[in-house]
């Protein structure tokens, strides 16, 4: 890595004043964790791809993770102004090349490249966020779409291929709700000009039920880890809800939510592929539906994995406990945690840049402040031994306009007790680079 280029997976990509990505990421894009055999991300893998069998759905897992605007937004009907193109939101390269942020982005290269009737593609995707511990900057989706051509049915009829297609699918007994009607020509349309009502309702069943025997897949081995950790785990009967969400992609859209646990999680998001990516694509004659899901969020619940940080260990308390796994499903047990050693919170307090001291400096001023570059910032410092970074305070000086922010970072080791010095030293420098990058001022 230089001044003009930076290195990913051994390919040199040319820089330019987009460039946001910090060290500590490029170091991790080659780890791959969904494909690193007895990883808690490969298992969880594993499981969904048992739901989806080739050679009806086939595997991707290894696309480049350096992808265009194109690929990861334009291609998707991302509007000019969606606020998942801002570089507060996303790592680029240069101006038109980016870490992609989602599965998504190779939805139209698959379509185009090879007309089978589906595909699943997992992958790492990268996203500037918070700082907790079910946030990362790197993590693990899996895509799956599913796919019919008018030209190969029966009679050009789709709509009565993907009913007799939903036919074969198993059944399953758990409680849906699901109280809106499959469109709502405001709230959450069809296609109209491409899709006939009939043809809407067939694949927003096909792909409800698909993704509902998905949900059992995981939850009844969640269920069997959890008895095998304790005989009187009593569980609750599973219950999904699909919601009604929206994507530039798809239309009709939905969440899936499961009920885990006393809490409504939400576990995917998917729709109705909008027509003009096949169309875009060279496959017009396509048409079906599309979802992604988060794997770190489902491992976490499966394995009940308490902080996100653990999938990056190389800690052999954590990678022991699951070995045999990714040979044997069945043999999933529940990770039984080393012990926790002790945080240290911190408070820095500073007064962000007033705009009328910007005087032909560049740093940011309280008009671009963006919290997702204090994250950043604690992370390039203290790595994997930050938990979390949270807003404890905020004043708006009445007097003269200026804001202060006050962040508490909690800082703590997975895999050691943190001595006062080192936290101290780490506190510090992260004191240093916050006057230096954003220009703000320590209280
Ligand atoms: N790419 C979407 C996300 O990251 C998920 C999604 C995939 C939604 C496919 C619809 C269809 O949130």
Redesign the pocket.
């Known amino acids: 890595t230089n001044s003009t280029s930076v290195t990913i997976n051994g390919a040199s990509y040319k820089t330019d004043s987009w460039l946001n990505v910090p060290e500590n990421i490029i170091e991790k894009v080659p780890r791959r964790l969904h494909l690193q055999k007895d990883h808690p991300v490969a298992i969880t893998r594993q499981i969904i791809e048992s739901v989806f069998p080739t050679p009806t759905y086939k595997y991707h897992n290894e696309f480049n993770p350096v992808v265009t605007t194109h690929q990861n937004f334009d291609s998707l009907g991302f509007p000019q102004d969606h606020p998942g193109r801002a570089k507060s939101d996303t790592y680029y390269i240069n101006s038109n090349t980016l870490l992609r942020t989602?599965t998504?982005a190779h939805q139209a290269d698959v379509f185009r490249a090879d007309a089978s009737e589906g595909y699943l593609i997992s992958a790492d995707v990268y996203r500037r966020d918070e700082v907790d511990r079910s946030h990362y900057p790197i993590f693990h989706?899996m895509?799956g779409a599913r796919s019919w051509d008018r030209a190969k049915v029966a009679n050009g009829d789709v709509a009565a291929a993907v009913l007799s297609d939903l036919e074969k699918l198993p059944k399953h007994n758990i409680k849906v709700q699901d109280p809106n009607p499959p469109f709502h020509d405001e709230r959450n349309p069809r296609q109209a000009e491409h899709h006939s009502p009939a043809e809407a309702e067939a694949l927003a069943a096909h792909l409800k039920r698909s993704l509902e025997l998905m949900v059992v897949e995981i939850f009844t081995r969640a269920k069997a880890a959890a008895v095998k950790a304790d005989p009187n785990f009593v569980d609750e009967p599973l219950q999904v809800r699909w919601v009604e969400a929206y994507?530039p992609?798809?239309s009709p859209?939905w969440e899936l939510e499961v009920y885990y646990s006393g809490d409504w999680l939400e576990v995917l998001?998917?729709?109705v592929v909008t027509q003009d990516i096949y169309i875009n694509a060279g496959v017009p004659n396509q048409l079906g539906w599309?979802?992604?899901i988060g794997l770190e969020r489902i491992a976490m619940l499966l394995f009940q994995i308490p902080d996100i940080r653990l999938f990056w260990s190389q800690d052999e308390r954590f990678l022991n406990q699951f070995k045999g796994v990714s040979d044997n499903l069945d043999s999933l047990k529940r990770f039984v945690p080393f012990s926790k050693y002790p945080s240290c919170a911190k408070d820095v307090s500073f007064w962000l840049k007033s705009s009328s001291a910007a005087g032909g400096n560049t740093k940011p001023n309280v008009h671009d402040f963006h919290e997702n570059d204090v994250m950043e910032i604690v992370r390039s410092v203290a790595g994997d031994v930050v938990e979390d970074v949270k807003l404890v305070d905020e004043f708006t000086h009445p007097k003269t306009g200026r804001r202060s922010m006050c962040y508490r970072i909690n800082y703590r080791s997975l895999e050691r007790t943190l001595t006062n010095t080192e936290t101290n030293d780490l506190h510090d420098e992260v004191n240093k680079v916050l006057v230096e990058k954003l220009g703000v001022e320590i209280r």
């Open positions: 989602h998504s989706q895509e994507f992609f798809t859209s998001g998917c729709g599309a979802f992604g």
